[in-house]
């Protein structure tokens, strides 16, 4: 795409209103607008990365036999209430809003109840079972405060995916499965290296949780990691118990910031035997179908990234998820150049290799690096007098310092040639 | 995808609580739940429809150069009380919810509010312009009556596309491509053939604004067509001077039930002037964005399809988006007529041709038969004892009455040189 046509410009001041680093490169970049605490609007750049988290997402649900839906965030009163979340002392982020006749309605901000009704039309029979259903869904939470950029908000995109199995054992396969399918998650949007599957507090039906933990100090939890392992504990059930129950030792620990990028919880039959969603077991028997739910923030990934790869220039993407993957800048305003620029940005989109092209007239060189800097796309390339009196193209990574000339033909073969993370 | 793990299975009864043949169909074949009165949940086979013709409008939307963006649902009182639409009175079918701290907000129906306030970041010189942006986004509409199915929701996905350009003319130039635009959509989602043009109230800055009505006797207008010409008009309008107006004459008109399917709109300084959106001109004064939005609802599209195409069996998809392009049924238990069906499932996903296969065991062929007219997919292929002495596969479409028998090669060949709508 053109950068002249593009909507959106990057501004050079600081928002003063963001206390997050995440926020403010991704205001100042014009991936995202704020419309008010804790709301952020998505614009060209920013869905752009959005839909590619949530594709590589969906790819790992599909892989594990994920079945995708869409399920409505108004929520009626009466369902929420047999499973006793509905009120407001036992759940404190509600959104409640009303019908014209007055009937009270939620804004989900999650979905195990409307899901678990729903499969009452489907399931019958242990034939039915094992499987799982996921979405991409906007979830309301009235959070009372909200500062840590697209990381936390009220309003957000979320990957919710619940599993429903004959019993323990079976969900146990899923389980494992889907932790997998979560590794691969964060691997592929490029924070693997920084990710760690934490032991957090369970529920009735499992002793503990798992969050997968991205270590950055912009995190709101305190997780104690084991470098070696690629495992840690979150505070909440820091103890020597629990400690000694996984094998770890104190001395081996140490006390890390992260913020928390997915979790798997096994639910068992808690929301199944309050909505009476059961089946006929092979003998005849009625049993409750035993459930998980695993959840996911594109968004929180997406401020996750910017906190952990961005230097102090601006955003770093990994190829995976950039809105581009090449930016094209061209430099100064003589016809060869431009010429040279126009012909080098038709092969790329001929060979289907997205970019960015900065064609802007009446923009100083500084200026088109600083905002190659502050956008972050992965390879940038810079057509200039300069570089074509080398006869070539600068190319620069952005998480490297250098960059070199390459020749036009070299250059399409190394763009060929470089893997997609 | 094997229909054995589909989650979703079609009903025989209708729902009780249902008055329009789309929610009927909908939900008795499993593509939608309903969640509570004009409130639906979308299940695999439903998504897959809605995706397609998301995708559909994305590539006309993006042909005509709109950058897609994604806005949040809360919205502040009091960006809406400077255009006048928070009040009630004025506004009747809000959704309104609050803060914890009591603040007041509203669950979008629209956008053109916080669209127009966001580009006061972007838009400062006649250089900027013209541009137009859109988002698919969840729209909330307290409805006090829902009785039309999917095609009046009190919460559902919207296509929204607002132009912004510098005068009349520039506006004009861009509503008569998006109005183009809007043509190939109806004519590729398949209800090209019933849907008219049609002239409507227009505004301040408009005589008439254009609807796009969609003949079908569940649609909730009356207009009068002229056939020949391909046009209509809204009962709104229907006055003696519009018709002379439009050059269209009594006699010709027929009166019509039909659904709006689309709209579009000349806002022209309606929002840029109560919100303050200026450019500066070449000659350096300062000017308001001349505006129109352009709305399609990907969901009453699906209605309107099912409306207008459905037979007294089921549902009739267009292949452009249909769930699945092919059914394939396997009868019986034979053992080598269920390995030539594998075969041929193997084969079609090889060749990448969607197929829904029903290899679901205990199921009468008179039942596998019934669920595919009631699912509707638009090639149904058998594979039977039958089919196998006449050493073939059954094809039948949906839309005709009578299959023929074709050899496996025959069947790649047809399959491959079929385009798709």
Not at 55 to 71: D, K, P, S, T
Not at 217 to 242: C, F, L, P, R, S
Not at 393 to 416: A, F
Request: aromatic share 10%.
């Amino acid at each position: 795409m053109r950068q002249s046509k593009l909507f959106t410009k990057t501004k050079r001041e600081s928002p003063t209103d963001e206390v997050s680093k995440n926020a403010e490169l991704l205001i100042r970049g014009g991936f995202v607008h704020k419309e008010m605490a804790g709301v952020y609007d998505y614009l060209p750049l920013g869905l752009q990365v959005l839909r590619k988290i949530e594709n590589i997402i969906r790819e790992e649900m599909n892989a594990i036999g994920g079945q995708e839906v869409f399920l409505s965030a108004l929520q009626e009163k009466e369902l929420w209430q047999k499973t006793n979340r509905w009120d407001d002392e036992i759940v404190d982020n509600w959104f409640k809003t009303k019908f014209k006749n007055e009937t009270e309605l939620g804004l989900a901000f999650t979905h195990e109840e409307p899901l678990t009704r729903l499969m009452k039309d489907f399931v019958n029979s242990y034939r039915d079972l094992p499987f799982s259903a996921y979405q991409f869904q906007n979830k309301f939470r009235n959070e009372t405060r909200a500062k840590s950029g697209v990381m936390r908000t009220r309003e957000f995109i979320m990957k919710d995916l619940y599993s429903f199995c004959k019993d323990e054992k079976e969900h146990n396969e899923f389980y494992e499965k889907a932790k997998e399918a979560y590794e691969k998650i964060f691997q592929r949007v490029g924070i693997g290296h920084i990710t760690y599957l934490t032991f957090a507090s369970g529920g009735v039906f499992s002793k503990y949780s798992h969050e997968f933990q991205a270590l950055t100090g912009a995190g709101e939890d305190t997780i104690y990691i084991d470098e070696d392992k690629g495992i840690a504990i979150n505070k909440e059930v820091y103890t020597d118990e629990v400690i000694e129950n996984l094998g770890l030792s104190k001395e081996r620990l140490v006390e890390k910031r992260a913020v928390e990028v997915g979790n798997i919880f096994t639910l068992g039959t808690r929301f199944s035997e309050a909505l009476d969603l059961t089946y006929q077991t092979e003998k005849g028997d009625k049993k409750n179908v035993f459930m998980g739910s695993y959840g996911i923030g594109p968004a929180r990934l997406m401020g996750t990234v910017v906190e952990a790869l961005a230097d102090d220039k601006g955003i770093i993407w990994p190829e995976s998820i950039a809105p581009f993957r090449v930016h094209l800048l061209v430099l100064g305003e003589d016809k060869e150049v431009i010429k040279k620029a126009e012909e080098i940005y038709a092969e790329l989109l001929k060979n289907k290799i997205e970019v960015l092209f900065d064609d802007r007239g009446e923009m100083s060189p500084g200026e088109k690096f600083a905002d190659a800097d502050l956008l972050g796309m992965p390879i940038r390339l810079v057509v200039s007098q300069r570089s074509m009196k080398e006869s070539g193209i600068e190319l620069k990574k952005r998480n490297e310092e250098k960059g070199k000339i390459v020749s036009q033909e070299e250059l399409l073969d190394l763009l060929k040639l470089e893997p997609r993370a």
